[in-house]
Each structure stands twice: as C-alpha cells, then as structure tokens.
C-alpha cells in the first residue's frame, strides 16, 4: 500500500509542478502572430573557401610481364613414388623391412619427385607497354556565399538578422504581443 501512495505522491507533484509552465507557454502563444516585413537591404556575407579540382595525367611506361606455366599432371609425383619405392625395396634386409622400406621409399620418393618437377615449369617473358595514371589536386581560391545581413522594415522601425538563403522583397516575421505590466 505505501508503494502506491508513494507512487501517486510523485504523479501528483509532476502534474504540478507542470501546469505552471503549460500555463505560461499558452498564455505566450495567445499572443503570437505572423506577418511580412519589407527587406530594405540583404548584404551576402562572404567566406574564402579552398577549393580543390582532380587533374588526371596518364603516361606509358614499359612493362614485363612473366608467366609461370606448370603443368601439374601427377607425373613427377608418380615417377618419383616409383623410385623412391624401388630404393626402399632394396634397401631392406628382411622381408618385413623390404615392405616398410618400399612404403616409406615411396612417400619420400613422390614427395622429392613432386618438388622437382614442379620447379621445372617453364615460364614465358614479353614485353608491353602500360599506361600508367595518377591523380593531383590543383587548388585555389573562391570567394562563396555562405549567408546574408538583412535589414528589415516592419511597423515603421528597422531590425536586422541573419539568414542562410536570399530573403527577396519580404520576409515572414513573428509578431508576440504581451502586456507591460
């Protein structure tokens, strides 16, 4: 039960101490209306900017090309499985080792066959030419426009302001009334 109470107790206090302000921003905005002001002057306001334009240049250059050709048939890999395996056979005394030799001969014999036949790919060179092509950044300087001072005539008096865009002939104002007490 004091869960509640406490919970209610904090409503009621934020409701509270709304009101007042919902109160006052009604009353300001009761006396909120809009109109147009005469542009008297609009004076571009300007900033020196960086500028930065690509420029592509291209040139040809000579170039070799290389070209590996390998031709990777299992052919070295077999040969040397069978020497290897040969080498192996011969090399053992008794009949089991003449087995363990031969298979471990032919593991080590593909192996080295295999990297020795792999290195005797054949590769092929010719020339060319290639165009070649890198980008620069010329840079200057630009006077831009990045807003105006604009002074304005409304109900006989003048104010001034800032905008972003060209205001033109008029430009829409917000008018609030409020009493001087």
């Known amino acids: 039960m004091q869960t509640q109470k406490s919970s209610f107790s904090n409503v009621t206090r934020v409701v509270v101490a709304t009101l007042p302000g919902l109160a006052f921003a009604w009353a300001a905005s009761a006396g909120v209306s809009y109109g147009h002001a005469t542009v008297v002057a609009a004076d571009p306001i300007l900033k020196t900017v960086r500028v930065a334009t690509p420029?592509?240049?291209?040139?040809?250059?000579?170039a070799v090309y290389r070209r590996e050709r390998r031709h990777d048939d299992g052919v070295g890999t077999v040969v040397g499985g069978i020497i290897g395996g040969a080498i192996g056979n011969a090399v053992g005394h008794k009949k089991r080792n003449k087995?363990?030799?031969?298979?471990?001969?032919?593991?080590?014999?593909?192996?080295?066959?295999?990297?020795?036949?792999?290195?005797?790919?054949?590769?092929?060179?010719?020339?060319?030419?290639?165009?070649?092509?890198?980008?620069?950044?010329?840079?200057h300087e630009e006077e831009r426009i990045v807003g105006y001072d604009v002074r304005y005539r409304y109900d006989d008096a003048t104010y001034t302001t800032r905008t972003l865009q060209e205001p033109g002939e008029t430009l829409r104002i917000r008018v609030s009334v409020s009493p001087v007490i």
């Open 55 to 62: 420029r592509k240049e291209c040139w040809e250059e000579d």
């Open 99 to 139: 087995q363990v030799g031969a298979v471990v001969g032919a593991v080590l014999g593909a192996t080295v066959g295999h990297a020795v036949y792999s290195r005797r790919g054949a590769s092929t060179e010719h020339r060319g030419i290639e165009e070649v092509c890198e980008v620069y950044h010329d840079y």
